[in-house]
Every structure is written in C-alpha cells, then in structure tokens.
C-alpha cells in the first residue's frame, strides 16, 4: 500500500441525520456520524445545525445528548460562521427555514447535503447534490470499491 492519503468526501449533515443518528444506532444516519467520528468522511455542519440538533434532543431524547457531545467535540471540532454571499446565493433554492443550511454547505465545499429534508433543497445538482442519509452510504460504498480495484 502506498502512502498516499486519498482525500475524504466531503459532505454537509443537516440536524435531521445527526438527531435521527444519536437516537438510533441503527440505519445509515448512525452510520455517517461513525465514519464521520473515525474520520473516514469529512463531514461538516454549522453552528445552526449544531444547535438545531441540542435543542431537539434535549427536548425528544435527552439521552441521546451524552453521545452527541462527544460526536460533536471529536467529529465536529469546530464549525464556521456563513458568508452573507452565501447566504444571498443560497436564498432562492432552499425552503427559508434550510436557507442558512444550504449556504453552509456550499461555502465549505462540500459536495454533497446529506438530510432526511430532501424536500426542502432545489440547488443546482452541479453545485451540490441533496441526498438522503442511504443514498450517502451507497456512494460512500461505490467509491471504497472503486479504491478498492484502482
């Protein structure tokens, strides 16, 4: 094997993949924020995610909070503030609610928006792909393979 480091996917987890994976270690939420703990995925969210996320679980399943703090101090270091031009850019391909989580993703680059809300996202595919937390594990999945015969 050589020591090269391929580069990791990078992809945006909406509050409604990291709730729905810190009340179930089952299904394909549970299993992005593990690749996402283990490094294997870059994953990414901003601070509205992140508080969106403590405030339903402190509300729907406050036992789930112990495991999303650590998910959160070690997978999620830190989260950046949005650009207002993202934000501008944003506006007219997301549902207003999501508008902030849209500009989040794309201004940190990443190529896909992993939630449960696929509704609530209309971007341009080019720009990023809204995808649900099951369809990201089947990418996840066809590049390993690809990796795997290259």
């Known amino acids: ?12 987890l909406d509050s409604s993949v990291l ?13 992005l924020l593990r690749l996402a703990e283990v490094d294997l995925i870059d994953a990414r969210i901003s601070p509205e995610v992140r508080e969106e996320t403590i405030r339903n679980l402190r509300a729907k399943a406050p ?3 112990p495991f999303l703090n650590v998910l959160l101090s070690e997978a999620f270091p830190g989260v950046a503030e949005v650009p207002d031009e993202a934000i501008r850019a944003a506006a007219q391909s997301a549902h ?10 794309t201004a940190q680059a ?5 939630t449960l809300n696929e509704r609530d996202f209309w971007p341009d595919s080019d720009l990023i792909q809204v995808i649900r937390p099951g369809e990201m594990i ?13």
Not at 3 to 12: A, D, I, Q, T, W
Not at 20 to 26: I, L, V
Not at 96 to 105: E, N, R
Not at 110 to 114: A, P
């Open 110 to 114: 990443c190529r896909y928006l992993v």
């Open 138 to 150: 089947k990418v996840i999945r066809e590049q390993v393979d690809r990796a795997g015969q290259a």
């Open 96 to 105: 207003p609610k999501d508008v902030l989580i849209l500009a989040a993703a």
């Open 1 to 12: 094997m050589s020591g090269s480091k391929r580069p990791r996917l990078r992809v945006f």
């Open 63 to 65: 036992a789930a909070l």
């Open 19 to 31: 709730i729905a994976g810190a009340m179930s270690s089952r299904g394909a939420s549970y299993a």
